[in-house]
C-alpha cells in the first residue's frame, strides 16, 4: 500500500498530465455530438461579448460591401413587392392567413470558415425569440441551423460543418438529394443521394427543398459545378454556392411557427 | 512564487483576448491562421514542478475553446506541448535535471531557441487540425495546413518572445 502511493506520489504530473488530457478528450468527443454540448460554446455572455466587440472593430473594414449587398437585396425585394402589386393572378394568393415563416434579422459576430467544422455566433439570442433549431438563411443562400441560445448570443451549426446535412432539389426538377461539405474549399458543397433519373447539367440550380423543417422551399443555394457518373449513379456532385461564406454578415433567422408540431408528429409516427 | 503565478496567471485572459480580437483577423490564401497563444508555454519560467504549468496551460486551451467553439481541441493540444516542453529542451541543449537553475529560456543561443519553437508549434498545430478534422483522409492536405500555418505562428511568436523578453529584462 505505501509502495502504492509512493507511486502515485512519484508520477503524480505524470497522472495530473494524463487526468487533464481525459478531460480536454471528453470535451472534443462532446462537441462532435452537438446537440449534446452544453459546456463550451461560444453562445455565453462572457464569449458572446468578445466576439462582439472585435467584430466591430473589423467591422468599419466592410461597410461598403455590406451597403452594396443589402442595396442588392433591397433591389430584388423591391421588383418583387412591384410584381406582387400590378400581377393580376397573384389575387387569388390568400393573403390572411399569416405565412408560416417569419425572420428575426441578426449580424454574425464571429465567423471562422477556415476550419474543417464550422460553428458561427450571432449578435441575437433568446430575447428576440431565438431558439434552437431554426434555420438561418441568406437572400441567396442557407448558412445553417441554429444550435445553443443564450439570452443575447446564438450559436450555429454553419453548411460547412462535417455534422450538417441539408435536404435540397432541382429547380428544374422535383428530385431531392442533401447537401453535405467534404472540408475542402468553402466556395463548394456536395450534393448526395440524387437519383441518376434527374438527368443534371453543369449549371443547373440547386434550392432548398421543402422536406426540412428548418427552411422554407425554394431558396436558391448554388449552381452544378461539376459531376461524374459511375454505375449508373451520380458520384461527386459538385455544388457551387451563391454566397460567400467568407464574407457573411446580417443573415436572416428562421422561424417555422408550426416546426414543433411538425416534429412531434414525424416523431410520434416513427415510434408506432 | 505567487507573485509569478499570478503574473503568468492573467495571461489566461490576456491571450485569448489577443488571439480573437486580432490574430484571428489575420487570414492568409483563406486558410491559414496564426495561434499566437501557445506562447505561453514558451514564456512560462522553466521549472522541475509542471504543475502548475498543466494546469494554467488547461485554462487558457479552455478559454480558447469557449471563444472558437472547439470543444477541447486546444486544451488538449497545449496541455500536450507544456508537457513535452522540457524533454525537447534537454535533448536540444544536451543538459538534464540537474542543470535545470542554469537554463533561462532568455539566455538560449537563437538557433537552440528556434529549433525549440519550432518543434513544439509544429506538434502543437498538427494535433489541433487532425483533431479538428477527426480522420487522416487527405493526410497530405493536413500536413500543408500544419507546415504553412507553423510558419506564420512561429514568425509571430519569435516576434512576441523578443518583446517579452526585452520588458522582462528592463524591468
Known amino acids: 500500500m505505501l509502495q502504492l502511493i509512493k507511486f502515485f506520489k512519484n508520477n503524480s504530473v505524470f497522472f495530473l498530465f494524463v487526468f487533464l488530457e481525459l478531460i480536454a478528450f471528453v470535451f472534443i468527443i462532446k462537441s462532435h455530438s452537438f446537440h449534446h454540448s452544453k459546456y463550451l460554446n461560444s453562445a455565453n455572455a462572457l464569449s458572446g461579448s468578445l466576439l462582439n466587440k472585435s467584430n466591430q472593430i473589423s467591422n468599419y473594414f466592410k461597410l461598403s460591401t455590406q451597403n452594396e449587398t443589402l442595396a442588392k437585396e433591397n433591389e430584388l425585394l423591391k421588383n418583387k413587392l412591384e410584381q406582387t402589386t400590378y400581377n393580376p393572378d397573384n389575387q387569388q394568393t390568400n393573403t390572411n392567413t399569416p405565412s408560416k415563416y417569419t425572420s428575426i434579422s441578426a449580424k454574425v459576430i464571429s465567423n471562422p470558415y477556415f476550419k474543417r467544422n464550422n460553428i458561427l455566433t450571432l449578435d441575437k439570442g433568446s430575447n428576440d425569440s431565438i431558439k434552437p433549431n431554426m434555420g438561418v438563411i441568406l437572400s441567396n443562400g442557407i448558412v445553417g441551423i441554429t444550435l445553443k441560445v443564450s439570452k443575447n448570443f446564438t450559436t450555429v451549426l454553419s453548411l460547412l460543418n462535417s455534422q450538417t446535412k441539408i435536404n435540397a432539389k432541382m429547380q428544374k426538377s422535383s428530385h431531392y438529394g442533401s447537401l453535405a461539405w467534404d472540408g475542402n474549399d468553402f466556395t463548394e458543397v456536395q450534393l448526395m443521394d440524387l437519383p441518376i433519373q434527374a438527368n443534371i447539367q453543369i449549371g443547373d440550380t440547386i434550392m432548398s427543398g421543402g422536406k426540412s423543417v428548418f427552411f422554407p422551399e425554394g431558396i436558391p443555394i448554388g449552381t452544378i459545378n461539376d459531376f461524374s457518373i459511375n454505375n449508373k449513379s451520380y458520384t461527386s456532385i459538385k455544388v457551387r454556392l451563391f454566397a460567400d461564406f467568407s464574407a457573411l454578415d446580417h443573415v436572416y433567422v428562421i422561424s417555422n411557427r408550426f416546426s414543433e408540431e411538425q416534429i412531434k408528429l414525424e416523431s410520434e409516427s416513427i415510434d408506432e | ?171
Not at chain 2, 507544456?82 to 537563437?110: C, E, H, M, P
Not at chain 2, 506538434?123 to 500555418?149: G, M
Request: glycine share 4%; proline share 2%.
Open chain 2, 1 to 171: 512564487m505567487n507573485s509569478t503565478l499570478l503574473k503568468y496567471g492573467s495571461l489566461i485572459f490576456l491571450l485569448p483576448f489577443l488571439q480573437v480580437s486580432i490574430f484571428n483577423n489575420i487570414l492568409l490564401l483563406d486558410y491559414i491562421n496564426p495561434l499566437f497563444y501557445i506562447i505561453f508555454v514558451f514564456v512560462f519560467p522553466l521549472s522541475k514542478n509542471k504543475t502548475n504549468l498543466l494546469l494554467i496551460s488547461f485554462l487558457l486551451g479552455i478559454c480558447i475553446d469557449l471563444l472558437t467553439n472547439d470543444g477541447g481541441i486546444h486544451a488538449f493540444s497545449l496541455v500536450f506541448i507544456a508537457y513535452i516542453r522540457l524533454f525537447f529542451l534537454y535533448v536540444l541543449t544536451g543538459k538534464n535535471d540537474s542543470d535545470l537553475d542554469q537554463l533561462k529560456i532568455s539566455k538560449l543561443s537563437f538557433p537552440i531557441l528556434f529549433i525549440w519553437i519550432s518543434l513544439l508549434t509544429f506538434i502543437h498545430h498538427f494535433i489541433v487540425f487532425y483533431l479538428e478534422q477527426f480522420s487522416l483522409i487527405r493526410f497530405d492536405n493536413l500536413l500543408l495546413k500544419t507546415f504553412l500555418t507553423s510558419l506564420l505562428s512561429i514568425v509571430l511568436i519569435i516576434f512576441g518572445l523578443q518583446l517579452f523578453l526585452k520588458k522582462k529584462s528592463n524591468a
